[in-house]
């Protein structure tokens, strides 16, 4: 196809695993995601006692745990979510009076994610992380879809979605090409598809790459706003509705 493609490394790994959950709820359709210095590290529900562990990491810290026994490395995944971090005080301080007012105002209150006991033999891996996009999605008889034509960060779980959405488009362009005649391979028709993408995947991306950025800073206005803004955006049931709508599509 003679593509090119635009990488940005981000110097971390993410290392994954399938874990069994510790007196799992009945119905475990919660997704966690703990923002830490190092990175974000998330359990995203798999079955009502497993859930499929994300943990973004440097790339130093990420090779220990994977050398790490399986106690230590679900000591280790235990530790990450339920330890307290050395926080700022002002910052804090801050989030204390949002918490206290989400609480007064909605009845909302903070929840601690589930204990993990063990985890699934051999799921344990790791992969760098980083951004990428190609300069074109089709060719001649061609079509690049989800990693092939675009990589992101994990921290917003979006690279499945994109993925997800790469294929319900295609399948809808090439079954309009198909019924008029027009064949599967034609270029101009698989251009409609990398439009209709394009509009989708680009806004994500660079959404997605600000997101990284602005959780690698410790600038103290910064960490404010966005520990602010993440508290309200999750106990605002309008925008959070909106903004998993938005990437769902």
Known sequence: MGVQNFALAYNQM????????????????????????????????LSDDTSSLVWSTGVAEAKRLLQLDGDSFIAAVNAAFHKPMPR???????????????????????????VVEAE?????????LGLGHTSTYVGQGVCLIGDAAHRVHPLAGQGVNLGFGDVQTLVDV???ANYAGLGISNVS?????????LKH????????????RL????????????????????????VKKFLMNYAMS
């Open 14 to 45: 993410g290392v994954v695993a399938t874990l069994r959950l510790a007196n799992a709820p009945s119905d475990n359709v919660t997704a966690w995601q703990r923002f830490l210095p190092t990175g974000p590290i998330a359990l995203l529900p």
């Open 215 to 238: 959780y690698t800073t410790d600038f103290v206005p910064t960490v404010a706003l966005r520990s602010i803004g993440l508290t309200l955006t999750n106990a605002l049931p309008p």
């Open 189 to 197: 028709e698989l251009l409609k598809y990398e439009q209709q993408r």
């Open 174 to 176: 090439l079954a309009d």
């Open 201 to 212: 995947n680009v806004p994500v991306l660079l959404t997605t790459h600000s997101l990284q």
């Open 120 to 128: 699934v033999a051999s799921s344990r891996a790791a992969f760098p």
């Open 88 to 114: 700022n005080t002002l910052v804090d301080d801050v989030m204390k009076g949002v918490h206290s007012l989400i609480k007064q105002t909605t009845g909302q209150r903070l929840e601690a994610a589930p």
